[in-house]
């Protein structure tokens, strides 16, 4: 191949090829899939004539979801009387013309990338992102499953060379997608969710890689966040903030969804709850006047997005704006950002287990289609006692209030909390 690839489009199919260790520098961009729902949230119709000239660059890596009919659902249905469920993945994956952006995670040979531009690993799920939009009372509620979550898995096959990976008592949650696609990272979301209420299965899904977070904020003039402290970390892109308000753009944007060492104590929740942050001030800029009311920056942002995601074979442009218009009128106090409640893992402190309760809770509320409140954000969370790991949970009282939600509405303008 040539020295210098060209990125000649998103590739056509996942190219599976060696697997290198996860790196701390590139870990994730959990906001990349909220940045999409927010996108969605925020009137993504009104550039809707846009998508009918993309629509053949949007479909052209979409990939089925298991179990899901050739024929889209319903919209109208599905939004009036379950709601939508919408799965936002990002995969850790370089590009070789952003290559340098990420300092040793990415290669510098060109044999490792291909015609696209991407490089030949297929990469691993770091985002996992469910977006539920109930009917009405309209809520959104975002919830992120953590990288380090271990799970049992379900069996899954290799969209691409049909290599078969069989189903796992205990894996970490971000493998699935080199396992067997977006369909195989959709099947384990479901296996965690459908059995508290069926009506959660995933209807659509999407992938995005690391640099659509960059298109994104960059498209709507950045977002504003507030930092407490000072967040000083090297490994994120030698990122350092002082105390006060910022309007994070570029490079400086993802380094602040990246960042561990420099936020928190260090640790994945942390940087859940770090980019929370980021992903309120998202929302209310994307369903501010700012966005909303000038028409160029709406139609930037609907192009950014078309180009930047591989959607699931039924979700199509069409079905982009149908979820819009149903979800565009939402108060930012209605839309929520939650952690997916964990525990440590008892045989890994680096790694998290279900709260199968707490879990139970939360998804009978959104069934019932009640608030959500947020009950605490990372630091602030009280100790509570880690479960035997081979004890049986039963799930709460369906009634009862969910418990210990690490999270935030998007009106919540709090700071980021910093690693002194």
């Not at 925020?42 to 949007?58: H, K, N, Q, R």
């Not at 709850?273 to 920056?297: E, F, H, W």
Request: hydrophobic share 35%.
């Amino acid at each position: 191949m040539n020295d210098t690839p060209q990125r000649l489009g998103r590739r056509t199919a996942a190219r599976h090829g060696r697997l290198s260790a996860p790196s701390p520098l590139a870990r994730l961009l959990r906001v990349v899939g909220i940045a999409m729902a927010c996108v969605l949230v925020a009137g993504v119709g009104v550039g809707a004539y846009m998508y009918w000239d993309l629509s053949s660059t949007f479909a052209a890596n979409a990939q089925q979801l298991d179990g899901q009919e050739e024929e889209p659902p319903d919209i109208g249905e599905l939004v009036g009387e379950k709601g939508v469920d919408l799965l936002l993945t990002g995969l850790d994956i370089c590009v070789w013309e952003t290559r340098d952006r990420y300092g040793n995670r990415c290669s510098s040979d060109p044999a490792d990338y291909g015609e696209d531009g991407r490089e030949l690993q297929a990469g691993r799920n770091d985002v996992n992102l469910l977006v539920h939009i109930s009917p009405e009372p309209r809520k959104i509620t975002a919830i992120a499953f953590p990288r380090d979550l271990m799970i049992p898995t379900p069996e899954c096959t290799d969209p691409v060379n049909g290599n078969v990976t069989y189903a796992s008592d205990k894996k970490m949650i971000n493998a699935m997608y080199s396992a067997g696609g977006l369909a195989c990272v959709a099947s384990t979301i479901d296996a965690l969710t459908t059995p508290y209420d069926p009506e959660l299965k995933i209807d659509y899904a999407a992938t995005i890689t690391w640099d659509g977070v960059i298109e994104i904020t960059d498209a709507i003039g950045g977002v504003e966040v507030c930092v407490e402290g000072t967040i000083n970390d090297p490994d994120a892109g030698m990122l350092y903030l002082e105390e006060g308000e910022y309007t994070l753009q570029g490079d400086r944007a993802l380094a602040f969804l990246r960042s561990r060492h420099g936020v928190g104590d260090g640790g994945d929740q942390g940087r859940i709850s770090n980019q929370q942050v980021y992903m309120a001030s998202l929302a209310r800029k994307l369903t501010s006047s700012d966005v909303l009311g000038n028409p160029g920056t709406m139609l930037s942002l609907a192009r950014t997005v078309v180009t930047n995601v591989d959607p699931s074979s039924q979700l199509t442009p069409v079905t982009l704006v149908q979820i819009a218009l149903a979800a565009k009128d939402v108060e930012t106090q209605d839309i929520v950002f939650l952690q997916y409640p964990t525990f440590p893992d008892p045989a890994d402190a680096n790694r998290l287990v279900p709260d199968s309760d707490s879990a139970a809770a939360l998804f009978a509320a959104l069934a019932a289609n009640d608030s959500v409140d947020p009950t605490g954000k990372y630091l602030e969370t009280p100790e509570t006692e880690t479960p035997d790991p081979g004890a049986t949970v039963e799930p709460t009282d369906p009634a009862a209030p969910a418990p210990d939600l690490l999270g935030r509405t998007a009106d919540d303008t709090s700071c980021s909390q910093a690693n002194n």
